[in-house]
């Protein structure tokens, strides 16, 4: 084992929620604000998903001590009849919001075929991936939809002018093996993604950016031009129409559902949060439900891999795969993000992450 060097770190999982835990509660949250958010950031990574992963460590600390997450008061509720239920989060941490919305939404699916939660003004809750763990060992299917109405980076399309973002949805399809776990934004990539593009001075893989006067370009650096270029919908040029369609669906329901949108001014960092839980049981039963799935997945594999494929991933596989990796060698995390976080550490007087980082040789 080597430390201290430019190549990716390896951190316990453990280790890393603990220490990211750490900083939150020195910067503000409660212990149990701290560990829920902490513990959906390491999960965001343990999965892949590594611009929403502890690379938005620093922003959370930025948005706590201007404000922005807020971690006094309480979340008040704005409807409940059971099966449904709206939440208004008041920017508290978000992470901690949708896991006790998550919580409540399982133990009331014991009664209901359905369960409903709309959430308004919730700060940033990192990958939707993160949040079906609980929700899968319990066989239950779900839905989830976020966006912030304080960012704007994808024009509808035929347009030149930002109105929405990226706008990701989210599903949980169990099955009886692993399950299908769905996260994508409805467009072509992340704002996030673009900005690490950016920071590191790359063209982006293909043009999946429109400037501001609409035409397409891989330069990262059309997002932050004035005025704003735009990310593609899914589909692109040619089809970005249908990823737009999906980006309309998900502003209903996330927003307008909680009564929390785009007719409001705009500020950044307060999501809506849309999730719906079915359980199976209660509609065809659920080990019949449980055998359809598996069997859609079994014959969804066995399609003869493409010329030149190594033949069929579901969603969710690989992130699966790559968790179970590093809870036995470690989150990777590279030596730049550790040092974006060492330097929050030092103004919080707290140990550096590096400390607890090692290499495998």
Not at 12 to 21: D, E, G, Q, R
Not at 88 to 93: D, E, G, I, T, Y
Request: glycine content about 10%.
């Amino acid at each position: 084992m080597t430390c201290g060097t430019e190549q990716d770190l390896r951190i316990p999982a453990t280790a890393l929620s603990a220490y990211a835990a750490e900083l939150l509660r020195r910067a503000g949250m409660t212990a149990q604000q701290a560990a829920a958010v902490a513990g959906r950031l390491v999960e965001s990574d343990l999965l892949g998903h590594r611009t929403h992963g502890v690379a938005m460590l620093p922003t959370y600390l930025e948005r706590l001590a201007d404000g922005r997450i807020r971690t006094a008061g309480s979340i008040d509720v704005l409807n409940d009849d059971g099966a449904n239920f709206t939440w208004q989060a008041n920017r508290l941490p978000g992470a901690w919001v949708v896991d006790r919305a998550v919580s409540q939404a399982i133990e009331r699916s014991r009664n209901h075929a359905v369960v409903t939660a709309s959430i308004a003004e919730c700060t940033h809750i990192g990958a939707l991936q993160a949040y079906f763990d609980e929700i899968a060992e319990c066989k239950l299917m779900a839905l989830m939809m976020v966006t912030d109405p304080g960012v704007a980076s994808v024009a509808p399309f035929g347009g030149a002018d930002p109105v929405l973002t990226s706008n990701p949805l989210g599903a949980c399809i169990p099955t009886h093996g692993q399950p299908i776990l769905i996260d994508q934004s409805t467009s072509v990539t992340s704002n996030a993604s673009v900005r690490q593009y950016e920071l590191a001075g790359k063209k982006l893989p293909g043009k999946w950016l429109l400037d501001c006067e609409g035409v397409a370009t891989d330069d990262p650096g059309a997002l932050a031009g004035e005025p704003p270029g735009t990310i593609m919908p899914i589909g692109g040029e040619d089809f970005g129409y249908k990823g737009f369609a999906f980006g309309l669906l998900v502003e209903t329901f996330a927003l307008a559902l909680c009564g929390f949108g785009r007719s409001q001014p705009r500020v950044r960092g307060g999501q809506g949060v849309f999730l719906q839980l079915l359980d199976p049981d209660r509609f065809c039963g659920r080990q019949r439900f449980l055998d359809e799935t598996t069997a859609l997945a079994r014959q969804c594999k066995a399609s003869r891999p493409a010329r030149g494929s190594d033949g069929v991933r579901l969603p969710g596989e690989r992130a699966l795969m790559l968790k179970h990796e590093q809870q036995i060698s470690g989150v990777a995390l590279s030596a730049a993000r550790v040092r974006q976080v060492d330097d929050w550490a030092e103004r919080l007087s707290a140990p550096h992450l590096a400390s607890l980082a090692c290499t495998r040789t």
